[in-house]
């Protein structure tokens, strides 16, 4: 197993125990990639806790906030990541209709809503 994959499963074992929000964000920079191969990202915000990693999503974000220089995209997608773990937009609380509204508009305002 590459040290990818080695990373993305013990992230993966970590976020099963955690709640939707948390999640959401490493299957996201899973999917992405590009944040966890960088070993700037890795050294600064991934974390050894045992019998797994876990990503500090404290350090996440100040780690973007520092601006490590990436293109505008891969910002982007390191800014929701580490929105979704801190559960900026309180997701977690949300009922069945917001929950539903906020789908659709995340999905239309990505030109998704066919």
């Known amino acids: 197993m590459s040290d990818f994959e080695t990373t993305t499963a013990s992230l993966r074992r970590w976020a099963a125990q955690m709640d939707l929000s948390d999640r959401a964000a490493v299957d996201l920079l899973i999917w992405h990639e590009y944040w966890l191969r960088r070993p ?15 990503i500090d999503w404290t350090r996440a974000r100040a780690y973007y906030d520092a601006g490590p220089g990436a293109s505008t995209s891969e910002m ?35 030109g998704e809503d066919r």
Request: hydrophobic share 60%; charged share 20%; proline share 0%.
């Open 76 to 110: 982007a997608i390191l800014d929701l990541a580490v929105t979704l773990a801190e559960d900026r937009f309180r997701f977690r609380i949300m009922g069945a209709g917001h929950s539903k509204a906020i789908v659709r508009a995340v999905a239309q305002a990505l």
């Open 40 to 54: 700037s990202f890795v050294a600064a915000a991934v974390e050894n806790r045992g019998v797994h990693l876990a």
